[in-house]
């Protein structure tokens, strides 16, 4: 169970460094961008453009420090005027965020301090990691409007054992119980994930669907399912199937949730602008999320 006074308030999103007098209090919801420098830049352009205080980023960002592409990434972001928060997919470096999250439990709770080094799950707040840019934990809550949003990262790689391990590839990537129980199930408006809670909802548009139709995969988006079932998620966003839709998914509660998937690289389908006072979305320039209207 979550504590929901310890649940951070982010209302109108000042917390991650925009101006406080902003009338603007739009997310830009962004696919994966794989540390593509010119695609965070056209993105956060397109957050200005379209009135967004911050850009909501749903893994596979790219975050892999010492890695000369993730760094110019990172100064696009800087450098871009409004802040970044994202989730964690298997496209980051998970032991780097691994260890920025053991530290920030270690600090938040130093009696009862859980010293997991590969663990994902963080504290309740997103984590500050470059300039203008945070790391949600999986696990991790906050507030943005009135709004409740959860962070639960984390998804398989098609191949893995091609992939360097401790590199491209890392033993935590998909979702554990652990993270499950950080997330709690205390109510949730929005679930912010990398992996889709149903793969049928991906199907045959997906560029790896064939490839990634394990066990494995099935059980990380069952997990998915899990959470959003526990929380009553109204709305559930995620990214890693390079697969833009708006879907509804029975996951056992009495009303059907909202599933969109984003598509990725600043392609049409790949940017969508949510209001989260009304959880209403539109579609967002030329990466804009097409015929989605919620």
């Known amino acids: 169970m979550v504590n929901a006074e310890a649940v951070p308030e982010f209302d109108n999103l000042t917390a991650f460094g925009n101006v406080t007098a902003t009338p603007m209090h739009q997310v830009l919801l962004c696919g ?36 000369e592409r993730s760094a110019e990434m990172c100064e696009a972001v800087a450098g871009g005027g409004v802040p970044w928060v994202f989730v964690d997919g298997n496209h980051e470096h998970l032991g780097d965020l691994a260890s920025r999250a053991a530290t920030h439990r270690s600090q938040r709770s130093p ?29 991790s809550r906050w507030t943005w409007c009135g709004t409740s949003f959860g962070a639960l990262g984390g998804a398989w790689s098609p191949g893995w054992h091609y992939r360097q391990r401790g590199w491209r590839w890392f033993p935590r990537e998909t979702i554990s119980r652990r993270d499950l129980d950080a997330l709690g199930d205390e109510p949730l408006d929005v679930l912010v994930c990398h992996d889709v809670p149903a793969r049928e909802l991906v199907g045959e548009g997906s560029g790896f669907a064939r490839r990634g139709d394990t066990q494995i995969g099935e059980a990380n988006s069952a997990q998915v399912r899990v959470a959003a ?24 509660r009495a009303e059907l949730t909202e599933v969109v998937g984003l598509a990725a690289n600043g392609e049409p389908g790949s940017l969508a602008v949510l209001d989260p006072v009304t959880l209403q979305m539109r579609s967002a320039g030329s990466g804009g999320a097409g015929s989605q209207q919620h």
């Open 32 to 67: 994966d961008i794989h540390s593509n420098a010119e695609v965070a830049a056209r993105v956060s352009a397109a957050a200005l453009e379209e009135g967004c205080a911050v850009v909501l980023q749903v893994g596979d960002l790219g975050w892999r420090p010492g890695d």
């Open 111 to 139: 009696v009862g301090f859980d010293p997991d080094p590969d663990g994902l799950w963080g504290p309740a707040e997103p984590i500050q990691v470059a300039p203008m840019l945070w790391w949600a934990a999986r696990g």
């Open 229 to 252: 079932r526990r929380t009553g998620a109204r709305l559930v966003v995620h990214g890693h199937w390079h697969v833009g839709h708006s879907s509804l998914l029975d996951t056992g």
